[in-house]
């Protein structure tokens, strides 16, 4: 069943990924619906995380929060979800615990484990398993009702590997590492399974209502410069190559795709020919470096360090200029962003600030 949308109010985001003239640079964040907010925590209240996420009419409201909240100042909505959704689809077990953050109680140690096979041999059945989120999109483009664009996700296949074998965050990353450059071959099958089950959920929740996508590398900065070409770009590339292929046989239109490779600073002249038509840069990255060596080729999205929205007004404002300094004014091929998400404490009047002066600063 087709279900019909609203007509697109604010379509500045489309046309800034597309690499048009706008009259002012698109803004959002990353996690921009999420703990920054009390409005969030009222609404959560004892719930767990996921099953937040599994409710599609809480991640609904959720992803609104900040449309509500900064209405006039943001142009795009993010579905209120998870990268780890993939790995529990895949019938593995994910805890979001409180003050630590996601955690795998019975992590894929090494090939030998049986369920390294099994993993790689189910066959996955994505529509069913992962059914929440795209009720959510849906239910999610219909309350906004054209106001904005909204952007579904997923999780690159080295991030989520990681997560599936470190059990969680990692300082080290020993058990990925390990993986990686004692059974390489094994590695590269999981990450070819896991690209595979990440261009199934994209498509589905563009099927859904989804009207731009985002793929997050957030552990892209582990790996080495030659590291990241063997085991991160190329899964990049299957994405970005496959999606719109997916996309046709479901009879749905392109959208625009994202990459954000977190820490991979390096990977930029790679990322610009790596099939997105944005990449997403993280704060480690000179604004002006950038924008010369994207040469116009793609849209570049951020990048202001997160930890400047718990500073002083003056302080954001000059982070501001030096954004639309570097990114040439930003009436095109930028989209004003953070260069990774929103973080706990941050005061929401500190980003109201912050979309207001790209407003002031970028605009016409």
Request: aromatic share 10%; hydrophobic share 40%; net charge neutral.
């Amino acid at each position: 069943m087709t279900v019909e949308f609203a007509p697109l109010k604010n379509d500045l985001l489309l046309r800034a990924a597309r690499g048009e003239l706008v009259p002012r640079p698109p803004c959002w964040v990353m996690r921009q619906a999420g703990r920054y907010l009390p409005e969030y925590h009222e609404l959560k209240g004892s719930r767990d995380f996921f099953a937040c996420c599994r409710d599609p009419d809480i991640a609904a409201k959720l992803t609104l929060q900040p449309i509500q909240r900064f209405a006039g100042l943001i142009d795009a909505a993010i579905i209120f979800s998870d990268i780890l959704v993939i790995p529990q689809a895949m019938g593995m077990q994910v805890e979001m615990v409180d003050k630590k953050g996601p955690s795998f109680p019975n992590p894929l140690k090494s090939p030998a484990d049986p369920r390294y096979r099994d993993l790689l041999d189910q066959h996955v059945n994505v529509a069913a398993e992962l059914d929440y989120v795209y009720d959510a999109v849906t239910l999610t483009r219909q309350r906004l009702d054209g106001s904005v664009p909204l952007i579904g996700f997923c999780g690159a296949p080295w991030t989520l590997m990681s997560y599936m074998v470190e059990g969680g965050g990692s300082k080290l990353f020993a058990d990925v590492k390990t993986w990686v450059f004692k059974h390489p071959d094994e590695s590269r099958k999981l990450l070819q399974k896991i690209a595979e089950l990440c261009v199934e959920h994209l498509a589905l929740q563009v099927k859904a209502g989804a009207q731009m996508v985002q793929v997050f590398d957030s552990w892209a900065g582990e790996l080495s410069p030659s590291s990241f070409k063997i085991f991160s770009l190329p899964y990049l590339r299957y994405i970005s190559e496959n999606l719109p292929r997916r996309l046709n046989e479901l009879k749905q239109q392109q959208v625009p795709m994202t990459v954000f490779a977190k820490g991979a600073w390096y990977a930029l002249e790679d990322l610009c020919k790596s099939g997105y038509q944005v990449v997403s840069l993280d704060w480690l990255q000179d604004p002006a470096d950038a924008f010369r060596i994207a040469k116009g080729r793609v849209t570049l999205q951020g990048n202001a360090d997160p930890g400047v929205l718990y500073g002083s007004r003056a302080a954001i404002t000059a982070m501001v200029e030096e954004m639309v300094r570097g990114f040439e004014g930003g009436k095109q091929h930028w989209i004003a962003n953070l260069g990774h998400g929103i973080t706990p404490g941050v005061d929401p009047e500190n980003l109201r600030f912050y979309f207001q002066e790209i407003h002031r600063l970028a605009g016409s």
